[in-house]
C-alpha cells in the first residue's frame, strides 16, 4: 500500500499542508509515500487526473486507487483518512 502525494512548489494549501503529511508519514512508517510534483512529475500526475486541484493524495493498494483526499485538511481528518484505508 502507499500514498501518492501531488503538490506544487507554488501552491498555498501544500505548503499549509506539509507539517501535517510530515507527522502521518512519522506516524504510519509502513505506507510507502510517493511525492509527486504537479508540474515537475507531470507525465506521473497526468495518470491520476487530478486537473489543477490540489494537493491530493490518492490511497493505493496493489497499484489501483481506493481513496482520494482533496485539498486543506485538518490533521486528524488526514490520520483518520489513512486509518480507514490500511483497516485500522
Not at 16 to 27: C, E, G, L, S, Y
Not at 58 to 82: C, M, P, Q, T, Y
Amino acid at each position: 500500500m502507499r500514498i501518492v502525494q501531488i503538490s506544487a512548489i507554488w501552491c498555498s494549501s501544500c505548503l499549509v499542508m506539509q507539517k501535517i503529511w510530515n507527522h502521518a508519514r512519522d506516524v504510519f512508517q509502513e505506507i510507502e509515500w510517493c511525492l509527486l510534483d504537479l508540474d515537475f512529475d507531470s507525465e506521473k500526475v497526468s495518470k491520476y487526473q487530478v486537473g489543477d486541484k490540489i494537493p491530493v493524495l490518492i490511497f493505493e493498494k496493489n497499484g489501483e486507487e481506493i481513496s482520494r483526499l482533496i485539498g486543506e485538511k485538518k490533521e486528524e481528518e488526514v490520520l483518520e483518512w489513512i486509518k480507514q484505508n490500511i483497516g485500522g
